[in-house]
């Protein structure tokens, strides 16, 4: 265990989630995270690092051919990005890994 401070001067706590003995069980972790994670915890937040979820590529590359056929909207939502501030929500639990970062990375890519 380790306690960080960001370059905002939050002071973060950061341990390592691992299994549980040598038993090969998780203590409450699926076995997709491998040996484990990263978690970042503060008085303001806590964050961890997780594995990119699977399908991930395929699931942007398929959203981004869906948002090809939808060249009115993108192109009003390309103008009011360029104009100003745009916010994109999402109802996803990642938030590293949800539509409105693949949308942001195609818009991105698109401006």
Not at 28 to 45: D, I, K, R, T
Not at 78 to 102: C, I, M, P, W, Y
């Amino acid at each position: 265990m380790r306690t960080i401070a960001d370059s905002t001067g939050v002071v973060w706590t950061v341990f390592e989630v691992k299994r549980k003995g040598g038993t090969g069980e998780w203590t409450y972790l699926p076995q997709q995270f491998g040996n484990g994670w990263l978690c970042f915890e503060s008085n303001v937040s806590k964050r961890r690092l997780t594995p990119v979820p699977t399908r991930w590529t395929e699931f942007t590359r398929r959203y981004a051919e869906e948002l090809d056929k939808k060249t009115a909207a993108i192109a009003a939502l390309a103008g009011a990005v360029r104009s100003g501030r745009v916010t994109l929500l999402f109802g996803a639990r990642d938030e590293q890994h949800n539509t409105a970062v693949a949308l942001h990375s195609y818009l991105t890519r698109a401006t």
